[in-house]
């Protein structure tokens, strides 16, 4: 595959956009992935699945920050180009 | 010739938005005119391989290492840990030398005015950029990976080729900082991978060429793709390591660093494809492939794989050394991988 950066980005913007949208009570707690249900071991190794709710829950935050208008224009801007 | 002066004196007030203003700019370029050096330090990016890597003495031991520059006499301009004797320097001395010294080199003290705001706008622009730069990564820890010499990229070049005869592979430790590749051959360093990039870059075009398959638009694409897959591996590698919290002591700069060493493999092996055809080509491939698999596994196997003798958390599940090991055993199969795509279509 040829890629360029631009393709790169287009992606980047795609996969978090994918992530950011996953609703957290529709969703994420039907399959038992919700934060509620991750407060578990207070070991320090907290395991795969929490640490991966933890990331989807932060990617979700930060989305809902000032990154969300942002990342809206700018896809629309790239996915139309 | 007013003009400009009094647009040089404009944007120089606009730009200086510390307390210090631009006299003490002045006063700094002065010293630094004094004192101009023959040969500034800068950095490596010359020319590709063509340029002596600095072989410099044996230094003393400590972080001087890095930040002295012993190929010139002036305080560095680059390197930031020498601003403040600058401006120590630049008190007392400026009443003595200031006026008669820089009047000296211009019969027209407008021109000199002119040299000094202009220079004190260059430099301010330089401040500008380098303090945007070190919002973004810490140029000091990006030195460390460029100090190296000539003896550490030739061992390190046949360790990545023949890496079955090297026994130690700890990267060895100095007061808890880790030693630069000048002193450690273990060391990873980003100079062999960004050299190695542009020579690949290059006799990509070259291979190209030869098969009078060759616009530069290609040159382009072909540095893009190398490019977005460095990142890609490098983001899989960071995202796989913080899931598993592997507590390493793997930066960012340490990922780039050996995910870039597969372009040394790169290039042998499109230099065997198009010395010796189509078998050279794959012979070259499969030696190298298991040279590289071997130098990962066994580079990473110290740094993620826990050590034996240190077991402070007991409680780790079982599951962790298997799936840290899958880790290094996936990064290690990932490079032939991706040495096979980004090189099978140069060598027909």
Known sequence: MAFTLYSLIQAAILCINAVAVLHEERFLSKIGWGVDQSVGGFGDEPGIKVQLMNLIRSVRTVMRGACFFLLRIFSHLTVSG | ?348
Not at chain 2, 21 to 46: E, F, R, Y
Not at chain 2, 146 to 171: C, G, N, S
Not at chain 2, 213 to 218: C, D, K, T, Y
Not at chain 2, 242 to 264: N, P, R
Request: proline content about 5%; glycine content about 6%; overall charge positive.
């Open chain 2, 1 to 348: 010739m007013n003009v400009t002066l009094i647009l040089a004196c404009l944007l120089a007030s606009t730009f200086s938005k510390n307390k210090f203003g631009a006299t003490q700019k002045i006063n700094n370029i002065c010293i630094k005119n004094k004192l101009t050096s023959p040969g500034v330090m800068d950095l490596p990016h010359q020319g590709y391989r063509a340029t002596k890597p600095r072989a410099r003495a044996a230094p003393s031991a400590g972080d001087s290492v890095l930040f002295d520059d012993t190929s010139s006499a002036a305080p560095g301009m680059n390197s930031q840990g020498f601003y403040t004797p600058a401006y120590n320097m630049a008190g007392p001395s400026n009443d003595m030398q200031g006026g008669p010294g820089v009047n000296n080199l211009f019969a027209d003290p407008m021109a000199s005015a002119a040299m000094m705001y202009g220079s004190s706008l260059a430099n301010q622009g330089k401040d500008m950029v380098n303090k945007e730069i070190n919002r973004f990564m810490s140029v000091n820890k990006l030195k460390y990976f460029f100090a190296v010499d000539t003896r550490y990229v030739l061992k390190k070049l046949m360790i990545l080729m023949f890496p079955y005869t090297h026994q130690d592979w700890e990267v060895r430790y100095h007061r808890d900082t880790p030693l630069t590749p000048r002193q450690d051959v273990n060391a990873p360093d980003l100079y062999i991978p960004t050299m190695a990039f542009i020579t690949y870059i290059l006799l990509a075009g070259m291979a190209l060429g030869i098969q009078k398959r060759f616009s530069p638009e290609v040159l382009g694409l072909c540095a893009s793709t190398a490019l977005v897959w460095i990142i890609i591996e490098v983001l899989v590698m960071l995202l796989s390591l913080y899931l598993l919290t592997v507590h390493s002591d793997l930066s960012t700069f340490d990922l780039i660093a050996y995910s870039g060493y597969k372009y040394v493999g790169m290039i042998f092996t499109v230099l065997c494809g198009l010395m010796f055809g189509s078998d050279g080509y794959y012979v070259a491939l499969a030696w190298s492939s298991c040279a590289l698999m071997f130098f990962i596994v066994r580079s990473l196997k110290m740094k993620i794989l826990p050590s034996i003798s240190s077991d402070s958390m007991g409680m780790g599940s079982n599951s962790k050394p298997q799936l840290r090991l899958y880790i290094t055993v996936a990064t290690a199969v990932f490079q032939p991988i991706i040495i096979y795509w980004l090189t099978s279509h140069l060598v027909r």
